[in-house]
């Protein structure tokens, strides 16, 4: 592992702002999208940030090329595709009549994009290894934030010389979930790689309609005072109606490590064989999907990486899409904003460092996917609020991580005429310190997983996640892609 940091080898060439395409009568247009007890949930959630790294296996890409024929397309495409989702380019604002903040779009709003050039290696960003988490900053740009308004969504673009490029996003997850930003980013490459005149299908056209989203219990207020309640009880001096967000008051440890690892199906499946076997409770039948196959050995493995009291807390919070679901049924596919059921496992660590621990994880999973499952679990009730009110206030002596993103959101599938992305990286873990999912890059039909930690924790993660799929026949190291 190098620990030579990428910052130096960055050089912005333009700051610009893209409009929504003046020729469409929706950028002519106010529009006001307001917030429902869905999005307040994530109001001072960290900015979530993305980067996608291409590199076109055809032919590199020469500097002309990019400068007079790529980038030209990519601002284009995404002017068109802003003007189907036009609060994008607005701005989260807060009202003075209005109880809750709203999204508000004025014609002439823009989204922030960076254009940036680096000489960094290319292959080294775009693979698994552990690396510094720090080499990744400079290629996700800032979310424009103050106390009166907010960006929704902020981009970077960065040409490697010769080699490919990286598209990055850096969005309020007030505004949007993983499900719409992944519906954006596919929209936006769909029109750059097919053309103007191309037409989006449904299910990449957002719907913004908001009637099935009842709150007569005034569920968004509630989330927003929880949130007031966090920053008091940290002593943290703010102003309730700021729309700034909520940073953590120590600064990220300087070992942090980046890497990614892999699970083929094939060991998922033997994972899946050695859960059953150890069951606890042969008469209840387990959810076990490929996704919470793969969170029970993540989960195990970072507790074990941790080491420590056996007697500690653990933590596991996890977010499902709920479009479609139960109890919102009218909800499309295509919803705009977030849309995600949210509840956590309580464990005590030394029940995952046993034997049976991936076993014992996989359970606990299960029976909290069950409950998500037939609604938007963790969420639309008053003791979920206090529920979400004590996962926050909870202190440094419990372990908690977060599950982000899914490997169903069809992130590799966002191509913008050159090819797949060789690598999706979640960035913004280095902030939150949960672990990222997504579908394998390789169109396997695996998992992958991003992980942050510490270097010692690192080291120990990654032998007990190779161990783990050892034991059960399957890959018996990190299984780069790269």
Not at 173 to 196: N, P, Q, Y
Not at 332 to 338: A, E, L, V
Request: glycine share 8%.
């Amino acid at each position: 592992m190098a620990s030579k940091s990428s910052a130096s080898t960055l050089q912005v060439s333009e700051l610009c702002k893209v409009t929504p395409a003046a020729d469409s009568p929706e950028s002519a247009t106010q529009f006001t999208l307001p917030l429902t007890y869905l999005d307040t949930t994530w109001f001072r959630f960290p900015p979530v940030e993305l980067v996608y790294f291409y590199k076109p296996t055809a032919s590199p890409i020469p500097p002309h090329s990019f400068y007079s024929l790529l980038l030209p397309k990519l601002k284009r495409s995404l002017s068109l595709t802003l003007a189907q989702f036009i609060p994008l380019a607005g701005q989260l604002r807060w009202p003075p009549k209005s109880p809750t903040p709203v999204v508000i779009y004025t014609p002439g709003d823009a989204v922030s994009v960076t254009i940036a050039e680096s000489t960094a290696d290319l292959d080294r960003l775009a693979g698994d290894a552990p690396r510094e988490a720090a080499e990744s900053r400079p290629y996700v740009p800032q979310l424009e934030v103050s106390e009166t308004t907010a960006s929704v969504v902020s981009l970077q673009i960065t040409y490697f010389r010769n080699r490919g490029f990286s598209v990055a996003i850096t969005l309020n997850h007030a505004v949007i979930d993983g499900k719409t930003t992944a519906m954006f980013l596919r929209a936006w490459a769909s029109i750059c790689k097919h053309g103007e005149n191309h037409r989006l299908p449904k299910e990449l056209t957002p719907s913004f309609n908001r009637t099935a989203v009842e709150d007569p219990s005034d569920l968004a207020t509630a989330y927003l005072n929880r949130w007031d309640e966090v920053l008091t009880r940290q002593s943290i001096t703010y102003n309730p109606r700021s729309l700034n967000v909520f940073q953590k008051v120590s600064p990220p440890p300087p070992d942090l490590l980046r890497a990614t690892f892999q699970l083929s199906p094939n060991s998922i499946g033997r994972l899946r064989e050695k859960i059953l076997s150890h069951r606890s409770n042969s008469h209840e039948r387990l959810h076990l999907s490929s996704f919470v196959v793969t969170c029970a050995l993540v989960a195990v493995c970072l507790v074990k990486a941790r080491g420590g009291r056996r007697d500690r807390d653990v933590y596991l919070v996890w977010s499902v899409d709920c479009r479609a679901r139960l109890d919102l049924a009218a909800i499309p596919p295509n919803y705009f904003g977030n849309c995600l059921g949210v509840d956590y496992l309580v464990a005590e660590a030394g029940s995952l460092m046993g034997e049976n621990g991936i076993a014992v994880a996989a359970e606990k999973i299960s029976e909290l996917v069950r409950g998500v499952a037939t609604a938007v679990g963790g969420v639309n009730s008053a003791a979920a609020v206090e529920k979400m009110g004590r996962l926050r206030s909870v202190g440094p002596e419990v372990q908690k991580f977060g599950v982000a993103g899914s490997h169903k959101l069809g992130f590799y599938q966002i191509d913008f005429g050159l090819g797949r992305p060789v690598k999706m990286e979640t960035t913004s873990l280095d902030k939150t310190r949960g672990i990222s999912v997504a579908e394998s890059g390789d169109g396997s039909g695996g998992i992958e997983v991003g992980v942050v930690l510490v270097g010692h924790e690192m080291q120990a993660f990654e032998s007990f996640f190779v161990q783990a799929l050892k034991d059960v026949g399957g890959c018996g190291h990190r299984c780069s892609r790269l």
